[in-house]
């Protein structure tokens, strides 16, 4: 891979000394392939601007470092599986396929990695690092079909599955080691339907999020509602709290939970963005404003439908959601009460499936053009388009908290 020189950065200290505690500290996975490349990597992350103006190859060993994961759907060349950034600049296979891997999720603390599959018989993966080696750790039923999210409580202790098409979800105890038990301790079905006869005719569970070590959000697309519930972390069980109505035939696909408790949602089915505000007395969501995902006719594709898909967070007022067939990525800004769109460009690939942040960077799943696009620039809300990895049917991006990840990684390449 080809390297741009290290540039001098300012207030950077002892370079050697700083990579050498980024590659000893929690902040940092052995994804790296020497000392050379994790000193660029401070001086990369450490400045800013050069972040700005980093080219494909550079930014590709910062996508690296930092852990970077992508899960892919099966396809023309094999069967979909995790894929990783290699030092080699591309996507490389970092763990035995699987029949498409459609979301991933870290432990909050151990080297411990989950996966789902979707279709009639989702599965759940666990991989585990011990010793240097990462294995396959677990492999349950989601008793649930067409699972397509999963959360873990703030003390990793429970997972929760999302299953779009039973409209149900699944409660997992996760024992001490990170793995999940055998058996779900508790089904919890959702009741909902919205206005859309086609795709709405019953509750459809598509996100799940924790507000706090016992309480979590859920989106049912398919009822036009977030629905609250408490866990019981004796037994696992959960309580329905509170059923917080969205707008009708907006489907509640994703949400990102900013601070002061503002939830803000990507509405898949009308196009939308919503802005609700949580309350922690009630587990109650009220709707606060309501915005456009698209407005921008110069950028966007001539289609007759298209569906807002992820939504993530750049900073403490920005979201992005993407928007699939119309395939632009748009940016707004969040107040207390208010959703002001800033920018809607082209997503850089088709079917903008999913999203995600490395430092000021914006990472696109294209999936139908079976890449991942980079944009940066994330933060300032008007972001650039600096290039695209190649990667067949990207359905799901993952970072590593704080850069952390699992340390070593079987060789496929």
């Not at 699992?406 to 390449?413: H, K």
């Amino acid at each position: 891979m080809t390297v741009e020189p290290p540039l001098a950065v300012e207030g950077c200290g002892d370079d050697r000394q700083d990579a050498l505690d980024l590659a000893h500290s929690d902040h940092c996975t052995a994804l790296v392939p020497d000392i050379d490349s994790i000193l660029r990597t401070v001086k990369d992350i450490s400045n800013r601007r050069t972040r700005r103006e980093l080219g494909m190859d550079n930014w590709r060993l910062v996508a690296e470092a930092r852990g970077v994961l992508v899960g892919t759907l099966a396809g023309a060349t094999g069967g979909g599986g995790v894929r990783r950034f290699g030092a080699a600049g591309s996507l490389v296979p970092a763990l035995e396929e699987r029949q498409g891997v459609a979301a991933l999720l870290w432990h909050p603390t151990l080297p411990v990695l989950y996966g789902l599959t979707m279709g009639p018989e989702g599965r759940l993966f666990a991989w585990r690092e011990e010793k240097g080696v990462v294995h396959l750790a677990a492999d349950r039923p989601s008793h649930g079909t067409v699972p397509c999210h999963l959360a873990a409580d703030p003390r990793g202790a429970f997972l929760l599955l999302a299953n779009y098409g039973t409209g149900s979800l699944t409660v997992f105890p996760v024992e001490e080691d990170g793995v999940p038990a055998a058996a779900p301790a508790w089904l919890q079905a959702l009741a909902g339907r919205g206005p859309r006869a086609d795709r709405q005719q019953r509750s459809f569970a598509h996100h799940v999020a924790f507000m706090d070590d016992e309480v979590v959000l859920v989106n049912d697309l398919g009822g036009d509602a977030l629905v609250s519930f408490r866990l019981d972390r004796g037994t696992g069980r959960l309580e329905q709290l509170e059923v917080s109505p969205m707008p009708a035939g907006s489907g509640p696909r994703h949400m990102v939970v900013l601070p002061d408790d503002r939830v803000v949602v990507s509405g898949e089915l009308d196009n939308t963005v919503v802005l609700g505000h949580y309350d922690r007395a009630s587990a109650h969501v009220t709707v606060a404003a309501v915005a456009p995902s698209s407005w921008s006719t110069e950028v966007r594709r001539p289609v007759g439908e298209s569906l807002a898909s992820d939504i993530l967070a750049a900073g403490a007022d920005v979201v992005y959601v993407a928007n699939r067939g119309y395939d632009t990525i748009a940016s707004l800004r969040v107040g207390a009460d208010s959703l002001t769109p800033v920018s809607e460009l082209a997503a850089g690939g088709s079917w903008p499936q999913h999203l995600a942040v490395v430092d000021d960077t914006l990472l696109v799943a294209c999936q139908r053009s079976d890449a991942v696009a980079v944009w940066v620039g994330a933060a300032g809300a008007r972001p650039r388009l600096l290039g695209t990895v190649p990667v067949e049917r990207p359905a799901w991006l993952l970072t590593a908290p704080g850069g952390r990840g699992l340390s070593t990684w079987p060789d496929r390449r």
